[in-house]
């Protein structure tokens, strides 16, 4: 099993402790890690507080110069938040001071996610396509390094591999992969990166694993993206549950939709060796596994370095 890579999320007040923990990470041996486009929101609210945003190539900049072999990567950047002219530079210029580790992860976000700042989305293949065309319009003489596009369904994954470097999913069911990997063209799969964050909860507790699982798939469910992607890889009556639940205001109802075929099909929780069987099944599909401890604990440089100890 090769070692995945981890979410390094920093906060404001734990930004220092990420950039040690990204060293410590390197230090350890782990190939890669990726810096989200976080959002700020009251502990234990979702969507309708979010106030403010943290700068995923803002903490990638410091990481890469702070370390010499891991990999860094935005995981990704909302494109509706930057022109694709500054984010070009950005990416040209982590990509030149770090001799090649950087990757730029890009992603049009979800809908729900951006109205609460004010961007009225648009159809998001035709503003991927036109975005990152003009990313790359913008940096003729500038190198640009790989690109990866979120994506979670197959049109959105197709477009991936044929304007960019690869797909990157989160949450995709293990279980589908099969259907993921049909959507990718044949003549490119052997060029292009299929990477996926998972979100991973440490215990030898199952029930309380499985709690955790659905609090955090339960707050996808509130995003119609995932909630349709779901449902397109088996978890239709979960879906309809979750819907139904959201429309009457009982969020325990969308947690209680998510069932344990559901949970344990997406998310990466349990024991140390189960934890590590699941990451082995992971790779076996040929899928750059990024390990995510978002939402575990306040402080997630110290969450991702415990986590990281499974791998030793």
């Given at each position: ?26 230090r ?39 370390t010499?072999?891991i ?64 990313l ?37 069911a ?53 909630r ?8 239709e009556?979960?879906a ?18 998510i ?9 990466i ?6 934890i ?11 899928v ?25």
């Open positions: 099993m090769s070692k995945p890579g981890f979410i390094l999320a920093a906060e404001p007040g734990h930004r220092k402790a990420a950039i040690i923990a990204a060293r410590e990470l390197e350890r041996g782990f190939p890669h890690l990726l810096c989200p486009y976080d959002y700020g929101l009251p502990e234990g609210e979702w969507i309708s507080n979010i106030t403010e945003a943290y700068d995923a190539l803002s903490l990638s900049t410091a990481i890469l110069q702070a010499h072999a990999h860094v990567g935005t995981g990704i950047s909302v494109t509706y938040m930057r022109h694709p002219a500054d984010v070009a530079a950005a990416a040209s210029f982590n990509h030149e001071i770090s001799n090649g580790r950087f990757t730029l992860g890009l992603g049009s976000g979800v809908n729900e996610l951006l109205k609460r700042f004010g961007v009225q989305p648009e159809r998001p293949l035709a503003h991927m396509r036109s975005y990152v065309e003009r790359r319009a913008s940096a003729s003489r500038q190198p640009l390094p790989p690109i990866l596009i979120a994506a979670v369904r197959p049109r959105m994954i197709r477009l991936a591999c044929e304007i960019a470097d690869g797909p990157l999913g989160a949450n995709w293990l279980s589908s992969m099969p259907a993921i990997l049909e959507a990718i063209p044949a003549e490119r799969r052997q060029h292009v990166t299929v990477g996926n964050v998972a979100p991973a909860w440490i215990t030898d507790d199952r029930g309380e694993g499985l709690a955790f699982m659905r609090r955090f798939l339960g707050l996808h469910m509130r995003l119609a993206n995932f349709d992607y779901f449902a397109e890889a088996g978890y009556s979960e309809a549950r979750a819907l139904a639940a959201i429309e009457a205001g009982d969020g325990a109802g969308v947690e209680a939709a069932s344990e075929r559901m949970a344990d099909d997406i998310g929780f349990g024991t140390r060796s189960q590590r069987d699941k990451v082995e099944a992971w790779q076996a599909q040929g750059t596994l990024t390990i995510s401890t978002l939402l575990t604990i306040k402080d997630q440089p110290a969450a991702v370095l415990r986590a990281s100890e499974l791998f030793d």
